[in-house]
């Protein structure tokens, strides 16, 4: 087998940055433990390579495939030994193999800096969040009132515009579409529905987020994504205020990132 290894290559490190640059998502994975090759490293996405590699074409390819699962999980690390997803690999059975989430910090794009959206905007930056604050009136975006300058300001001129330009492809983005009417909303969302985000939530009652909602799908929006709109935006934890309805929302979308479903800790797994 090849000699250990201390340090990633040039091309591992590389690659990485391009996977950050492009707010896109990978695994990296790592040879921790074996009888040879240590430290080795191969960056997957989609299954594919992108950089490195563990030093075993077989090896590589069994590595391609558990990466693929252990992105779709919500987990941000997990070690497995070889014999755990490939035992036919005898050589590699006893060794260890540390897969890592690549990610950009997490970001969310907020549609509207009303009270909600304002609200939004400071508690998701206290959770490292990155946020863009989106409005098309210039005395929202004010940097005086929102006391933080970790918070990107963009006044639409377009709504669709801005919004499409503020969230890509969608991938790694939650957003949140909190603005002050139906028309607004249905501007934003005619943006969201052509991409991919990790969340979208309308804020609203039921009646107008099926107002728009419906709007979209008889302009043709496709309904696998009109299905994953959370509408109304939010857990049910009775939020009234402003900052309520703003922990309420972010409480949500921390819980789709994370796998978690919502309900109380204290009587998830009661029996009486």
Same mark, same amino acid.
């Given at each position: 087998m090849p000699e250990n290894k201390t340090r990633p290559e040039p091309g591992i490190l590389e690659a990485i940055r391009n996977v950050l640059d492009g707010h896109s998502i990978a695994a990296l994975v790592t040879l921790v433990d074996g009888s040879g090759n240590v430290g080795a490293k191969l960056l997957i996405r989609d299954a594919v390579t992108l950089a490195g590699s563990l030093g075993d074409g077989l090896l590589d390819s069994a590595v391609r495939l558990q /990466? #693929?699962?252990?992105?779709? &999980?919500?987990?941000d690390a997990r070690m497995l030994q070889v014999n755990e997803f490939a035992p036919e690999l005898s050589p590699w059975n006893e060794a260890r193999i540390l897969f890592e989430r690549i990610q950009p910090e997490p970001e969310i794009v907020?549609? $509207? *800096? $009303?009270?909600? $959206? /304002? &609200?939004? *905007? #400071?508690? *998701?930056? /206290?959770?490292?969040?990155?946020v863009t604050l989106i409005d098309d009136r210039v005395e929202f975006l004010n940097p005086e009132h929102l006391l933080d300058q970790r918070i990107k300001l963009v006044l639409a001129q377009q709504w669709q515009d801005a919004v499409r330009t503020a969230i890509g492809d969608g991938r790694g983005v939650s957003v949140t579409v909190v603005t002050r009417g139906h028309k607004e909303d249905e501007e934003c969302m005619r943006a969201v529905v052509d991409t991919y985000p990790d969340y979208v939530g309308l804020i609203g009652s039921k009646r107008r987020t099926k107002i728009v909602l419906d709007r979209l799908r008889a302009a043709g929006a496709a309904e696998e994504k009109l299905q994953r709109v959370h509408a109304p935006i939010g857990l049910d934890i009775g939020a009234v205020t402003p900052e309520e309805v703003a922990l309420a929302i972010l409480a949500e979308i921390v819980g789709e990132r994370r796998g978690g479903r919502g309900g109380s800790l204290s009587t998830r797994d009661k029996k009486c």
């Open positions: /990466a #693929k699962a252990f992105l779709e &999980s919500s987990d907020i549609c $509207g *800096a $009303g009270h909600v $959206g /304002a &609200s939004l *905007a #400071k508690l *998701a930056v /206290a959770l490292n969040y990155q």
